[in-house]
């Protein structure tokens, strides 16, 4: 029973380092897709750990608090309004995607990082491994 009261808590610590560098890992290729024009919009994409608030006025979501095993990158803050209207383009400018095709470019790679950081914590956990 031992063995499986420490795999119950053994990923968490490690899924959460993952999902960190993750979430890093996708806001650096979001800044670097971003357009450059004062350079606030590149300076506004943010990751917001488990217990923090995002900045207010930030997309998608607005102002909320991550979860206990959440981490959110955000766009946007009260000085950087527009995010929306960059990655969408309006009737008179044309959209120049950079959050979503971000996103959708480091995806796969993200969840292979968590899923293989949660596999090997159980996995080191069953066997009576510390983790590291």
Not at 24 to 35: G, V
Request: aromatic fraction near 6%; proline fraction near 8%; hydrophobic fraction near 35%.
């Amino acid at each position: 029973m031992k063995a499986f009261d420490r795999v119950k808590k053994a990923p968490r610590d490690a899924v959460l380092k993952a999902l960190t560098t993750s979430a890093e890992s996708i806001a650096s290729t979001q800044r670097a897709l971003a357009p450059e024009d004062t350079g606030a919009l590149k300076d506004s994409i943010a990751v917001t750990l488990p217990g923090q608030s995002t900045p207010p006025y930030s997309q998608p979501g607005g102002n909320r608090v991550a979860g206990p095993s959440e981490v959110i990158i955000t766009v946007g803050d009260t000085d950087t309004r527009y995010p929306h209207l960059v990655e969408y383009g309006t009737s008179k400018t044309d959209a120049q995607p950079f959050f979503w095709p971000g996103f959708r470019l480091q995806r796969k790679r993200a969840q292979q990082r968590i899923d293989r950081a949660g596999r090997k914590a159980i996995r080191d956990a069953w066997n009576g491994k510390t983790s590291e």
